[in-house]
């Protein structure tokens, strides 16, 4: 099976736009999950979709927004961009989310200048 | 709220010598606990990981972590290190249930030839 895919893969906005980040899960996975890894915070769970309806989400601000289409990809929007907002951003998937094992993908790396 | 210290930022082994990366963790209940790799420019990758029953866990690439509740730790130990293994590791703990992840920091292996 393929592996979770993001895109873009690098990405370079200015402060006060917004942008979409694209993922593509594991073939037969229904969760997908989002993080956010700067140096100063490390790791972060944004949030978690599974079969298209939020299920949990991570303590960030209204302006990160996700969604899910019925084929289990998922998009994550970021409005309104800060300069904090640089990071890579981490797709993962898993075939149940809860307690199941997460798969990857190489990341998004966002730029705000 | 759970949490997860990695106490070690840096560590530096040299080729073939044993390993132990420690992970401790807050978490009132039985934890789910992980274990990931990061390579430069790579998203996460699972090593192994505890949900239950036997506390010596094996994992992948000769990878083995033991739960010890009385200590709250989840350390990953490999026995001989080769130069590949130079990553970052990072250690997780989820809360039963609903998963929702939270990482240590991170300790970055460093491996002399």
């Known amino acids: 099976k393929a592996g979770v895919t993001q895109t873009p893969r690098y990405l370079i906005k200015t402060r006060g736009q917004q942008v979409t980040l694209s993922c593509s899960p594991i073939?037969?996975?229904?969760?997908v999950s989002w993080y956010q890894q700067t140096p100063g915070q490390g790791l972060q769970f944004l949030f978690e979709y599974f079969s298209e309806t939020q299920r949990n989400k991570g303590n960030f601000p209204g302006r990160f927004s996700g969604r899910q289409f019925s084929n289990s990809r998922s998009e994550m929007n970021v409005s309104t961009l800060e300069l904090g907002d640089s990071a890579l951003y981490l797709c993962?998937?898993?075939?149940?989310?809860?307690?199941?094992?997460?798969?990857f993908g190489p990341g998004t790396r966002l730029t705000v200048l | 709220a759970q949490s997860v210290t990695q106490p070690d930022i840096h560590i530096t082994v040299s080729e073939g010598a044993s390993l132990e990366l420690r992970c401790n963790y807050s978490y009132g209940a039985t934890p789910y606990l992980f274990w990931y790799v990061q390579s430069p420019g790579q998203g996460l990758q699972l090593l192994l990981k505890y949900f239950s029953g036997d506390t010596l866990v094996q994992g992948i690439k000769g990878f083995e972590a033991e739960f010890k509740r009385s200590q709250s730790s989840f350390n990953l130990r490999k026995p001989s290190v080769h130069w590949s293994d130079a990553a970052e590791y990072f250690c997780a703990v989820g809360s039963g249930g609903s998963y929702i992840p939270t990482f240590g920091r991170g300790t970055s292996l460093i491996v002399h030839p």
């Open positions: 073939s037969g996975h229904r969760s």
């Open positions: 993962a998937s898993s075939e149940l989310g809860s307690t199941d094992t997460q798969y």
